[in-house]
């Protein structure tokens, strides 16, 4: 984002607390690249659980996408997104990580609190990463609270179907909401043999379906349906109470969720993706782009251009070099 400056700038003050005083404080301009970038203001409602019942109710698809810090939460609740998962898939997109299994609950409630402080009308939901809630109900819970309390997020995700349940259950009683994972569970790609789509025989699908229908019934307010046969998804949303979000399961379920780094085009040229993922943008030949032409313009000298720096008034100036050439 541009820094737009008024010549004016010894008119406007900080106050003691850091905050800008004068025109600056109601315009929104920014006078350093330090200055805070607060999130627009948003006409929309805020998103709840009765929000999107009422959504799965009337049949209207959910709309859900991952973000890993303010920029790509804020954009996300601009774009009108119902629902902001802070997906433990930051691990590789933001950390640089192998996989998902090495972030830990406090990396993870670092960024849970800066898509909090972007995301102000989405329904926020925060991954529990691996090692923070399979121990026992108990700990799921101790980790659920820490969760809430300190990343602001307003659910959270856990991986894991029937042999969860309890947990979930445990969680959901103390007040907190629950966003199931079933199918592909990227934590546990280990014991899955890989990334493979799971429910494609029909004992896979009906453990599917006992899965789907143990976390409702331990009273997750929703599930996510990851790399299932279409048809086989499209089935179990039918059975169930609550929505399916899927990934990489077809057009059945009551909503969708993206990485929003796969879907935006972030990165570059070359880069595997899953059969399931849309590339809606190119944002990384964008960045390049305009960092290139940055590179060229700062090596060529025309920039900064004139309009980019501060004025001083003539008379300051010429007074300034007196001095300082009299200094010699």
């Given at each position: 984002m541009q820094n737009i400056v008024r010549p004016a700038f010894a008119e406007h003050h900080s106050n003691h607390d850091g905050r800008r005083s004068g025109p600056a404080a109601t315009t929104g301009i920014r006078y350093s690249s330090h200055s805070p970038l607060s999130a627009a203001s948003t006409t929309r409602k805020k998103v709840t659980i009765p929000t999107l019942q009422a959504m799965h109710k009337r049949n209207e698809p959910i709309t859900m996408i991952t973000a890993h810090d303010f920029p790509s939460a804020h954009v996300a609740d601009q774009a009108g997104m119902d629902m902001v998962l802070v997906g433990d898939s930051l691990a590789m997109v933001a950390l640089g990580m192998e996989d998902t299994s090495?972030?830990?609950?406090?990396?993870?409630?670092?960024?849970?609190?800066?898509?909090?402080?972007g995301a102000k009308a989405a329904f926020i939901v925060g991954d529990l990463p691996m090692g923070s809630y399979e121990v026992s109900p108990e700990h799921a819970l101790q980790s659920a609270i820490k969760m809430v309390k300190e990343g602001r997020v307003h659910a959270i995700k856990l991986e894991g179907g029937a042999e969860m349940?309890?947990?979930?259950?445990?969680?959901?009683?103390?007040?907190?909401?629950?966003?199931?994972?079933?199918?592909?569970?990227?934590?546990?790609?280990?014991?899955?043999?890989?990334?493979?789509?799971?429910?494609?025989?029909?004992?896979?699908?009906?453990?599917?379906?006992?899965?789907?229908?143990?976390?409702?019934?331990?009273?997750?307010?929703?599930?996510?349906?990851?790399?299932v046969p279409a048809e086989v998804a499209a089935l179990v949303t039918k059975?169930?109470?609550?929505?399916?979000?899927?990934?990489?399961?077809?057009?059945?379920?009551?909503?969708?969720?993206?990485?929003?780094?796969?879907?935006?085009?972030?990165?570059?040229?070359?880069?595997?993706?899953?059969?399931?993922?849309?590339?809606?943008?190119d944002v990384w030949s964008e960045a390049r782009r305009a960092i290139e032409q940055y590179r060229t313009e700062v090596k060529g000298r025309s920039y900064p251009a004139s309009e980019h720096t501060y004025p001083m008034p003539k008379e300051a100036y010429t007074e300034f070099e007196r001095i300082v050439d009299s200094q010699q």
């Open positions: 090495e972030v830990l609950l406090e990396e993870m409630i670092l960024h849970c609190r800066s898509v909090a402080r349940a309890p947990a979930i259950a445990k969680i959901t009683t103390a007040g907190i909401p629950v966003l199931a994972h079933i199918g592909l569970t990227p934590q546990r790609q280990n014991a899955l043999g890989g990334f493979r789509v799971q429910g494609k025989s029909t004992a896979g699908a009906l453990k599917l379906l006992a899965d789907a229908l143990a976390v409702q019934e331990a009273g997750a307010f929703a599930v996510v349906l990851e790399a059975k169930l109470r609550i929505p399916t979000i899927g990934i990489g399961a077809g057009n059945g379920c009551s909503g969708q969720v993206l990485v929003q780094v796969d879907m935006s085009g972030n990165f570059p040229p070359g880069r595997s993706l899953p059969k399931f993922v849309k590339q809606f943008g």
